[in-house]
């Protein structure tokens, strides 16, 4: 998830603790997790170089119940509807701009987007979740990108964590177009890539309580760009087909 929608994700959950408190009644008390850290991304889809974000992240619990599951590429969700086996509700995540100077002045600027949406859940075991998310950009890209993904999970309650899971990646023509494409007339063949998989890879997540209070968590995601995205000139030419990112962070625990 980036720095932006945790961020936003975070706001609203602390923001509304106080009122939570007050209609929790008889119910055991709230936790919160706290993790701050820093990662690498690609600068934008389909780039050849990285960049360092900050990384945050923000979780809640009740009493001695454990935190939920969450993987670094989920964005910032908020649970409408869930159970124990189940969530459903709103996505919002944040792509940085693509400015001109990061393909060497080769393609136009991709303003800075949010992404906005919906995802469903599903864990038919306490060791397995399965998740999809489809958002669709408010501006920038304005284009409409989907990830479904499986994880395993194997933990010790917040003691350890560790989950490794395969992602798979579709987005629309417009999305495509925006980051894959190359209009005529530039330096590059001219592009025009249509809607379809994007591409496929997995991600990896580890977790460790350092004591009653403090913990280490870090993560690695791997993508490998395919079909149309994967053909680009952009990719061939200033990009890689290879998407990798990852970060290290420590967390803090209070409440309850």
Do not use: C
Not at 70 to 91: C, R
Not at 169 to 179: H, K, L, M, V
Request: no cysteine.
């Amino acid at each position: 998830m980036s720095l932006s929608s945790r961020l936003l994700l975070g706001l609203a959950l602390v923001s509304t603790a106080s009122l939570a408190h007050a209609d929790d009644g008889a119910k055991p008390p709230r936790r919160y997790r706290v993790t701050l850290g820093a990662g690498v991304v690609p600068k934008f889809p389909g780039a050849g170089k990285d960049r360092v974000t900050p990384l945050f992240d923000v979780s809640t619990a009740r009493g001695d119940k454990p935190f939920r599951f969450s993987a670094p590429d989920d964005g910032g969700a908020f649970s409408l509807v869930k159970g124990d086996t189940f969530q459903i509700g709103p996505v919002v995540d944040y792509k940085g701009k693509r400015k001109v100077s990061d393909s060497n002045g080769l393609l136009p600027e991709v303003k800075a987007t949010i992404e906005a949406g919906g995802f469903v859940a599903v864990m038919p075991t306490p060791s397995i979740r399965l998740r999809l998310d489809v958002r669709k950009g408010l501006n920038g890209h304005k284009g409409v990108i989907g990830v479904a993904g499986m994880d395993y999970i194997a933990r010790d309650a917040d003691q350890w964590l560790f989950s490794i899971g395969p992602r798979l990646t579709w987005s629309n023509a417009r999305y495509q177009r925006a980051y894959f494409g190359v209009p005529a007339g530039n330096t590059l063949p001219a592009y025009n890539p249509g809607s379809g998989l994007q591409a496929v890879g997995g991600t990896t997540t580890v977790r460790r309580a350092l004591s009653e209070r403090i913990g280490i968590y870090g993560y690695g995601k791997y993508d490998r760009l395919i079909d149309d995205a994967g053909r680009s000139p952009v990719v061939r030419t200033i990009g890689s087909r290879n998407q990798w990112s990852g970060g290290v962070g420590l967390s803090y625990n209070f409440g309850g």
